[in-house]
């Protein structure tokens, strides 16, 4: 015999099944319940909604409220969102900043970022790494003077009289602004000298746009009702984690020319021995020789005026630059006037150079006279202009003196 069919499910099935649906018709009323990044203030409200039925009759709907409900819709459980205080610290540098010593407002680059949910405004400070820190190279002096400025946003860059304030007012969260430090180099640092320095950006209260920064903020001791502060930041290069700030480092290098200034003489001849071991007697001509080397690896030098004041033992300035040889005899031969000239007469100067410059273009004789040739005599001074004397030739501009390179003055003066 057939056994007969239900189309009922068991008893055990029908159970599941009713209680799935209780469950299901449980529904989440409107409202966001944690979303990161909502901004501080904003209220969450949240209600709950139960669907029953009594002896398969459905029954009126009941709302949750804070305190239990029984019937009717219901009042929604609310909170506030807690401010979340973050920020983040960059440098834009790539690579340290070059400065020569005694430079003033050489400016370091950076970006603070608001990366927490309310307004706020960020006081702004520096920090001299401790020696023998690292950033594109070793610390090992301190700047002088620093100052800290942020970027107003009407010219880019660091503007002198533009960048003034030194805190960033009423950043929102998400927005990135751009800050300075700013500092004086002392006049004593050497080449290679490195000093690393950092930006700090400290959470203040926002709120209140104006001239000044906004208060000191702390974190709040316990959850209440309203907008609790939370530090959420990470340790920076110059600070602790969860301190309301963050910061970060760029460095100074000191790249400046190297000069070495040397001034050797040499006995050209005298009115007895001519050119065959000459003494240093009176009417003797010595040649001066001033030679201006940069050193290698060093930053290329604008080279302005050499100065030389002749003693008063000299009698004189060799207007010809003479060579102490030729046919007239001694002793006019060893004399201004009777010497032959290495160049021609009148050209009482001669100037080479060692380096990139175009070949062919030294050794240059210039006349001791005020002209354009930038060499001069005026007693009892030898004056030679570099503006002048060394023009912009090829990659050199003018008075350059890169690394590795000299340049040579020479002139002739008679002992009395």
Same mark, same amino acid.
């Given at each position: 015999?057939?056994?007969?069919?239900?189309?009922?499910?068991?008893?055990?099935?029908?159970?599941?099944?009713?209680?799935?649906?209780?469950?299901?018709?449980?529904?989440?009323? *409107? #409202?966001?319940?944690?979303? @990161? !990044? /909502? +901004?501080?203030?904003?209220?969450? %409200? $949240?209600?709950?909604?139960? &669907?029953?039925?009594?002896?398969?009759?459905?029954?009126?709907?009941?709302?949750?409220?804070? *305190? #239990?409900?029984?019937?009717? @819709? !219901? /009042? +929604?459980?609310?909170?506030?969102? %807690? $401010?979340?205080?973050?920020? &983040?610290?960059?440098?834009?540098?790539?690579?340290?900043?070059?400065?020569?010593?005694?430079? *003033?407002?050489?400016?370091?680059?950076?970006?603070?970022?608001?990366?927490?949910?309310?307004?706020?405004?960020?006081?702004?400070?520096?920090?001299?790494?401790?020696?023998?820190?690292?950033?594109?190279?070793?610390?090992?002096?301190?700047?002088?003077?620093?100052?800290?400025?942020?970027?107003?946003?009407?010219?880019?860059?660091?503007?002198?009289?533009?960048?003034?304030?030194?805190?960033?007012?009423?950043?929102?969260?998400?927005?990135?602004?751009?800050?300075?430090?700013?500092?004086?180099?002392?006049?004593?640092?050497?080449?290679?000298?490195?000093?690393?320095?950092?930006?700090?950006?400290?959470?203040?209260?926002?709120?209140?746009?104006?001239?000044?920064?906004?208060?000191?903020?702390?974190?709040?001791?316990?959850?209440?009702?309203?907008?609790?502060?939370?530090?959420?930041?990470?340790?920076?290069?110059?600070?602790?984690?969860?301190?309301?700030?963050?910061?970060?480092?760029?460095?100074?290098?000191?790249?400046?020319?190297?000069?070495?200034?040397?001034?050797?003489?040499?006995?050209?001849?005298?009115?007895?021995?001519?050119?065959?071991?000459?003494?240093?007697?009176?009417?003797?001509?010595?040649?001066?020789?001033?030679?201006?080397?940069?050193?290698?690896?060093?930053?290329?030098?604008?080279?302005?005026?050499?100065?030389?004041?002749?003693?008063?033992?000299?009698?004189?300035?060799?207007?010809?630059?003479?060579?102490?040889?030729?046919?007239?005899?001694?002793?006019?031969?060893?004399?201004?006037?009777?010497?032959?000239?290495?160049?021609?007469?009148?050209?009482?100067?001669?100037?080479?150079?060692?380096?990139?410059?175009?070949?062919?273009?030294?050794?240059?004789?210039?006349?001791?006279?005020?002209?354009?040739?930038?060499?001069?005599?005026?007693?009892?001074?030898?004056?030679?202009?570099?503006?002048?004397?060394?023009?912009?030739?090829?990659?050199?501009?003018?008075?350059?003196?890169?690394?590795?390179?000299?340049?040579?003055?020479?002139?002739?003066?008679?002992?009395?």
């Amino acid at each position: 015999m057939e056994r007969s069919r239900s189309n009922n499910p068991p008893t055990r099935l029908r159970s599941g099944i009713a209680a799935l649906a209780v469950a299901m018709s449980f529904a989440i009323g *409107t #409202g966001t319940v944690h979303a @990161a !990044g /909502t +901004a501080s203030g904003t209220s969450i %409200d $949240n209600l709950s909604t139960l &669907n029953y039925s009594v002896g398969g009759v459905a029954q009126p709907a009941i709302g949750s409220s804070p *305190t #239990g409900n029984t019937v009717g @819709a !219901g /009042t +929604a459980t609310t909170f506030v969102v %807690d $401010n979340r205080v973050n920020v &983040n610290v960059l440098t834009t540098d790539t690579a340290f900043v070059s400065v020569v010593p005694g430079a *003033t407002a050489r400016v370091t680059t950076f970006t603070v970022t608001n990366t927490g949910n309310t307004v706020q405004d960020f006081a702004l400070t520096s920090a001299q790494a401790a020696s023998g820190a690292a950033l594109f190279g070793t610390d090992n002096f301190d700047t002088g003077a620093c100052s800290q400025f942020a970027e107003n946003g009407v010219n880019a860059g660091y503007q002198v009289g533009e960048d003034t304030v030194n805190f960033i007012d009423e950043l929102p969260a998400d927005i990135t602004r751009t800050a300075y430090v700013v500092c004086a180099i002392p006049a004593g640092q050497v080449n290679g000298d490195h000093a690393v320095v950092g930006l700090i950006a400290t959470a203040r209260a926002g709120g209140s746009a104006g001239g000044s920064v906004g208060a000191v903020i702390t974190q709040s001791p316990a959850d209440t009702s309203g907008v609790d502060i939370v530090f959420g930041d990470v340790a920076g290069s110059d600070d602790i984690v969860r301190d309301g700030a963050h910061s970060a480092r760029s460095a100074y290098r000191v790249e400046t020319a190297t000069l070495t200034v040397t001034k050797t003489s040499l006995l050209i001849c005298d009115p007895f021995n001519g050119t065959t071991s000459p003494k240093h007697i009176p009417g003797a001509v010595v040649r001066w020789t001033i030679t201006i080397s940069n050193a290698a690896g060093a930053a290329s030098a604008t080279l302005s005026t050499v100065t030389d004041v002749i003693n008063t033992t000299l009698t004189a300035f060799d207007a010809n630059l003479v060579t102490g040889g030729g046919a007239m005899p001694l002793p006019a031969r060893c004399s201004s006037a009777g010497g032959t000239p290495e160049s021609g007469a009148g050209l009482g100067f001669k100037l080479s150079f060692t380096g990139g410059r175009p070949v062919g273009s030294y050794p240059k004789f210039f006349t001791n006279a005020a002209d354009a040739d930038g060499a001069n005599f005026v007693s009892p001074n030898v004056t030679v202009n570099y503006a002048a004397a060394l023009p912009a030739e090829g990659t050199h501009a003018v008075g350059e003196l890169k690394a590795g390179e000299s340049v040579i003055v020479y002139f002739n003066v008679t002992v009395n």
